[in-house]
């Protein structure tokens, strides 16, 4: 019903950038809330930034100044600007949306398949 497709990940040095994109597409009717999420080997996936249809934010203490996150409602797409990449920030980056379905209007989470990010030191 709703496919997420994510793009921008990749190897960089430490104090680099990055940006990541998610772009929802499907029965969509509306998306409430909008993040993203990492997983690194090993440990728990723990969240990274949120941002709703109002565009209010919430990082993070460990990227707090360093990533912003970001939405384009008219194309259902958000995104992650990553600077001052760090080696500890090494994971699989999955975008989650929160989707009002077209047709049921139930909300639904959808999850993107991972993105690869990985920070050399």
């Known amino acids: 019903q709703v496919q997420l497709v994510e793009s921008g990940g990749g190897l960089v040095q430490a104090g680099g950038s990055l940006r990541l994109s998610c772009a929802a597409s499907g029965s969509i009717f509306s998306i409430n809330a909008m993040g993203w999420y990492r997983q690194a080997p090993g440990k728990q996936r723990e969240l990274v930034a949120t941002?709703?249809?109002?565009?209010?934010?919430n990082y993070a203490d460990s990227v707090k100044g360093r990533f912003t996150i970001s939405r384009d409602n008219a194309k259902n797409t958000v995104y992650l600007q990553m600077n001052t990449l760090k080696p500890e920030d090494t994971a699989v980056y999955y975008c989650n949306t929160r989707v009002i379905l077209l047709i049921s209007h139930i909300a639904r989470d959808y999850w993107g398949q991972g993105t690869q990010v990985t920070v050399s030191s």
């Open positions: 941002i709703s249809s109002g565009a209010s934010t």
